[in-house]
T-cell receptor
């Protein structure tokens, strides 16, 4: 069951452009994470957000957790070819439980 | 940091044979590990949760007799794809929980059944 819907599913942009990826759900999550995955590799954690309304920045990447903890966004400023990859959000409904659900994924291609 | 080592990274097998994939936690103990399946440019779909010393918990629609999971120690979980068929070809990834919020992933196994 996919509890987390990401949009867009595919995104192809020119180097230097900005973009936003959305991760939406009707469920509340105790925490939400964003990962980037390159072909043939496992996902690599970018950030964890746990507080409603929380904003975290990682260089050119800005992550926001919705106030109701049901959604999140990832904004990339001045995208570079190295940002190309599959971006996945993932959420845990409860803090100590083992349930952990991935979003539907956003495949980003940044063209030089 | 916590590292999960997954082997093999790639495997090609003949239809009808079985393939074992190993997932080891290198510098920590993992009482619970997770196995995912992924198709190209798609998200990870949880197949099962592997619990040390007890039976794995399978997600709805996953055949437990086809995807055998063993978690005999705190550092090793294995996934065996039995009587593999071409439709089982996929990218399989394991992960382990680290701390309250963290999950660390193996590097994945590309299975091709011919």
């Amino acid at each position: 069951t996919q509890l987390l819907e990401q949009s867009p599913q595919f995104l192809s942009i020119q180097e230097g452009e900005n973009l936003t990826v959305y991760c939406n759900s009707s469920s509340v999550f105790s925490s939400l994470q964003w990962y980037r995955q390159e072909p043939g590799e496992g996902p690599v954690l970018l950030v964890t957000v746990v507080t409603g309304g929380e904003v975290k920045k990682l260089k050119r990447l800005t992550f926001q957790f919705g106030d109701a903890r049901k959604d999140s966004s990832l904004h990339i400023t001045a995208a570079q070819p190295g940002d190309t990859g599959l971006y996945l959000c993932a959420g845990a409904p409860t803090k100590l439980g083992n349930q952990f659900y991935f979003g539907t994924g956003t495949s980003l291609t940044v063209i030089p | 940091g916590a590292v999960v080592s997954q082997h093999p990274s790639r495997v090609i097998c003949k239809s009808g044979t079985s393939v074992k994939i190993e997932c080891r936690s290198l510098d920590f103990q993992a009482t619970t590990m997770f196995w995912y399946r992924q198709f190209p440019k798609q998200s990870l779909m949880l197949m099962a949760t592997s619990n040390e010393g007890s039976k794995a918990t399978y997600e709805q629609g996953v055949e437990k007799d086809k995807f055998l999971i063993n978690h005999a120690s705190l550092t090793l979980s294995t996934l065996t794809v039995t009587s593999a068929h071409p439709e089982d070809s996929s990218f399989y990834i394991c992960s382990a929980r680290v701390g309250v919020y963290g999950y660390t992933f193996g590097s994945g196994t590309r299975l091709t059944v011919v």
